[in-house]
DNA sequence: TATGTTAGTTAGTAACAACTAACATATGTT
DNA sequence: AACATATGTTAGTTGTTACTAACTAACATA
């Protein structure tokens, strides 16, 4: 069945995820999926059925269910700065596999409200995690006493911004590293600016 | 000329403005646009000539040139936590003025790229001054040694991080109130988690 | 009263997009 | 050889959209 590398479904599908995720779901013809994909428009109707049915396989293809429990479980040290490392790397790294998904619900949020909830869902479970966690640490004494949803919260929302403004425009507006910016940022939560 | 409040104009240009920051430029018909106005189609099109007329006027009409030099000298104490207030505010006052111009940014990145500009380069020169203000902190021996760019960087990515969520998806990602993330993130940048 | 301004109505054009139908071709399997 | 499967080609339907043109109506001002 594969001629070159990926099947026909498999390249119509990529190219059509590729588009969609710089133009979103509306914007992008058949004509420049099948042209992508170096079929005919005739092929992606054969497989698909309609545009809508090429989106909806497309994003069968790519969501996973993450184990987040598991791997937090096996690897959190409680130890601050090492742990909020490690979820840093977690959750880009969740955010990275849902980047396409996740732009297209950006672009489609009047359309298709239903879509972020993919993305969003993903983060609420991580984010209650992340609460737990900040709790235990603060019952052992290992955290100031903080709210630690509104922590969990920004901790994540800095990691967010660093994930969707270089899924939108590359390092338009963050120019920092991924690495540095990780780094950084992770410090900055544990120690504080002040001296 | 006003015949109740606002203008023929100023009532196309809210509506354009309205419908576009929520679904797009290309996404927006002239048709929904004059429907929300109250005009007829023919009225659009004799204010503004064509469709993309309509966006650039509505641009124009809602870029403002900030002026942070002034603000920040005068307002700056240089005591880390009360200035991170200040200039979290001024940061998100300033990105609620160009929540539409940024929202169409975010839209139409592939179609015009140019458009972020409008918003990315207040951004930048708000980093300056912000790398600045740290670098000066950092010789009165205020503020940790760290690379200033970089934590200016994260600084307004975490704020970033709100406007962009709510602005795309009011509380899906952040639920926290805005009064209150702005103080816990100014207080865990300026003193840190670990206690 | 005459005139200019502003807006509505109606009809139409040209382009494009999703999708359908019918037919043709190549390739591999039985 | 016979057949099924996957794909291409071509032509068409239907609906939508930006934009134009021509005509009309209301209203304010000179």
Same mark, same amino acid.
């Not at 490690?86 to 239903?114: F, G, N």
């Given at each position: 069945?594969?001629?070159?590398? &990926?099947?026909?479904?498999?390249?119509?599908?990529?190219?059509?995820?590729?588009?969609?995720?710089?133009?979103?779901?509306?914007?992008?013809?058949?004509?420049?999926?099948?042209?992508?994909?170096?079929?005919?428009?005739?092929?992606?109707?054969?497989?698909? @059925?309609?545009?809508?049915?090429?989106?909806?396989? *497309?994003? @069968?293809?790519?969501?996973?269910?993450?184990?987040?429990?598991?791997?937090?479980?096996? #690897?959190?040290?409680?130890?601050?700065?090492?742990?909020?490392?490690?979820?840093?790397? &977690?959750?880009?790294?969740?955010?990275?596999?849902?980047?396409?998904?996740? &732009?297209?619900?950006?672009?489609?949020?009047?359309?298709?409200?239903?879509?972020?909830?993919?993305?969003?869902?993903?983060?609420?479970?991580?984010?209650?995690?992340?609460? *737990?966690?900040?709790?235990?640490?603060?019952? @052992?004494?290992?955290?100031?006493?903080? #709210?630690?949803?509104?922590?969990?919260?920004?901790?994540?929302?800095?990691?967010?911004?660093?994930?969707?403004?270089?899924?939108?425009?590359?390092?338009?507006?963050?120019?920092? *590293?991924? @690495?540095?910016?990780?780094?950084?940022?992770?410090?900055?939560?544990?120690?504080?600016?002040?001296?």
């Amino acid at each position: 069945m594969p001629k070159n590398k &990926l099947s026909t479904s498999d390249r119509i599908l990529q190219s059509a995820l590729q588009l969609m995720k710089e133009k979103g779901f509306q914007l992008v013809t058949i004509k420049e999926i099948a042209e992508a994909a170096h079929v005919s428009e005739m092929t992606v109707f054969r497989h698909f @059925e309609t545009k809508k049915g090429v989106l909806e396989a *497309a994003i @069968e293809r790519n969501t996973v269910v993450p184990g987040f429990k598991q791997t937090l479980d096996k #690897d959190l040290v409680f130890d601050l700065e090492k742990d909020l490392l490690q979820i840093a790397h &977690l959750y880009l790294d969740l955010m990275k596999r849902y980047e396409s998904i996740c &732009l297209i619900a950006v672009q489609e949020r009047a359309s298709m409200p239903e879509l972020v909830d993919l993305v969003s869902d993903n983060t609420e479970q991580l984010k209650g995690y992340i609460t *737990a966690y900040f709790n235990t640490m603060q019952e @052992e004494g290992k955290m100031k006493q903080t #709210d630690s949803y509104t922590q969990a919260s920004i901790f994540l929302a800095t990691l967010f911004s660093y994930f969707i403004s270089t899924a939108l425009w590359k390092e338009k507006f963050i120019t920092v *590293a991924k @690495e540095k910016f990780i780094k950084n940022s992770v410090q900055t939560f544990c120690y504080g600016l002040q001296p």
